[in-house]
């Protein structure tokens, strides 16, 4: 479940197929400038990942910063569950 931002649509995505929309989603409409996910936080199955990403949208040419929140639910070493929290902004130049 990406549970969207300020400009990005909230969104839910189930099975491999709708993993695969997901990011081919972000990659066939965004060039992504920065990626960072500087921390890990790991407890039993769960797997939390902060991080911030600079992304270009193709279209449009508007630059976003986004902070974000990724939580995995792993069972039998298989990402069975994941959900994503973030807060955006445009970035003005």
Same mark, same amino acid.
């Given at each position: @479940?990406? /549970?969207?931002?300020?400009?990005?649509?909230?969104?839910?995505?189930?099975?491999?197929?709708?993993?695969?929309?997901?990011?081919?989603?972000? @990659?066939?409409?965004?060039?992504?400038?920065?990626?960072?996910?500087?921390?890990?936080?790991?407890?039993?199955?769960?797997?939390?990942?902060?991080?911030?990403? /600079?992304?270009?949208?193709?279209?449009?040419?508007?630059?976003?910063?986004?902070?974000?929140?990724?939580?995995?639910?792993?069972?039998?070493?298989?990402?069975?569950? @994941?959900?994503?929290?973030?807060?955006?902004?445009?970035?003005?130049?």
């Amino acid at each position: @479940m990406y /549970h969207g931002t300020q400009i990005i649509p909230k969104g839910k995505f189930e099975k491999k197929a709708g993993i695969r929309a997901f990011y081919n989603n972000i @990659m066939e409409r965004t060039e992504i400038i920065n990626f960072e996910p500087p921390q890990y936080i790991v407890d039993d199955n769960m797997v939390v990942v902060l991080g911030r990403e /600079h992304q270009k949208v193709k279209r449009s040419g508007r630059e976003l910063k986004q902070d974000w929140v990724q939580i995995y639910t792993v069972e039998n070493n298989l990402i069975t569950k @994941m959900e994503e929290f973030a807060t955006s902004e445009e970035v003005t130049k």
